[in-house]
């Protein structure tokens, strides 16, 4: 069984930061096999992608709307993935799932191509 748990969401003023953290396990589940990823999901609104990274941390993706604004990183060997958010806005407030595919990272801008998921944590940005 494969679980990824997310931590680092909370309350934030617009401007400020945020780095949310996602830890992954399970007997056979290969960490480094895997592209990883985050979504978010606001209130009323369609699951959306965010950033994804290769197995390799070597390639990522972002949505534009976060460009320049988020980094994801991650750490093979703590099988553990980052998302730095810097600059945050009000309508970056949702709630942040973590996600994993066994597959380019590429694929993993897409809800349907994910095989784990996290079970989210809470982003709150105030105005």
């Known amino acids: 069984q494969v679980q990824l748990v997310e931590s680092g969401g909370g309350l934030v003023q617009a401007g400020g930061s945020l780095r949310l953290s996602c830890a992954a396990s399970g007997r056979t589940f290969s960490f480094s096999s895997y592209a990883m990823g985050w979504f978010r999901q606001a209130p009323g609104k369609e699951r959306e992608f965010v950033a994804a990274i290769s197995w390799d941390g070597v390639t990522t993706y972002y949505a534009d709307s976060v460009k320049g604004r988020f980094t994801i990183s991650r750490d093979n060997a703590k099988n553990t993935v980052h998302l730095q958010m810097n600059s945050l806005k009000p309508e970056d407030t949702a709630v942040y799932y973590c996600?994993?595919?066994?597959?380019?990272?590429?694929?993993?801008?897409?809800?349907?191509?994910?095989?784990?998921w996290g079970q989210g944590t809470q982003v709150t940005v105030s105005s």
């Open positions: 996600a994993a595919h066994r597959g380019a990272a590429r694929a993993l801008a897409t809800v349907s191509r994910v095989d784990y």
